[in-house]
């Protein structure tokens, strides 16, 4: 059965530094593509961040990728989103996802990945 449960969130004010991460059990995780996204109220959820594990590649939603890293560490199983200069509108639920069999055109879709972790809050104070 497959986990993503993640950890990081929290508090932190505005042009600081948070570092979310998911730790997926149940699959092999090199074999996936792994991503976060984030969901505000009323909002559809969005793509944030991916890493594709088959091929070593990163993608980055335009809207973040000069303040947001994603990095995946193999031997942990672990995904990690390292969050710089944060602003309020970062203010977000943010989840893991993982999916296999996807090529890179699918990887900013929700719709493309079957297992997500529940989610956790991070709220940006200004």
């Known amino acids: 059965q497959v986990h993503l449960v993640e950890s990081g969130g929290g508090l932190v004010q505005a042009v600081g530094s948070l570092t979310r991460s998911c730790a997926a059990s149940?699959?092999?995780?090199?074999?996936?593509?792994v991503a976060w996204f984030r969901h505000a109220p009323g909002m559809e959820r969005e793509f944030v961040a991916v890493?594709?594990?088959?091929?070593?590649?990163?993608f980055t939603s335009d809207s973040v990728k000069v303040r947001f890293t994603i990095t995946a560490d193999n031997k942990k199983n672990t995904l990690i989103l390292r969050m710089n200069s944060q602003k309020t509108e970062d203010t977000d639920t943010y989840y893991c996802?993982?999916?296999?069999?996807?090529?890179?055109?699918?990887?900013?879709?929700?719709?493309?990945?079957?297992?997500w972790g529940k989610g956790t809050q991070v709220t940006v104070s200004s």
């Open positions: 149940g699959l092999t995780f090199t074999r996936y593509a």
């Open positions: 996802a993982a999916a296999s069999g996807i090529i890179q055109s699918q990887m900013k879709s929700r719709s493309e990945y079957h297992y």
């Open positions: 890493v594709s594990r088959r091929t070593g590649s990163t």
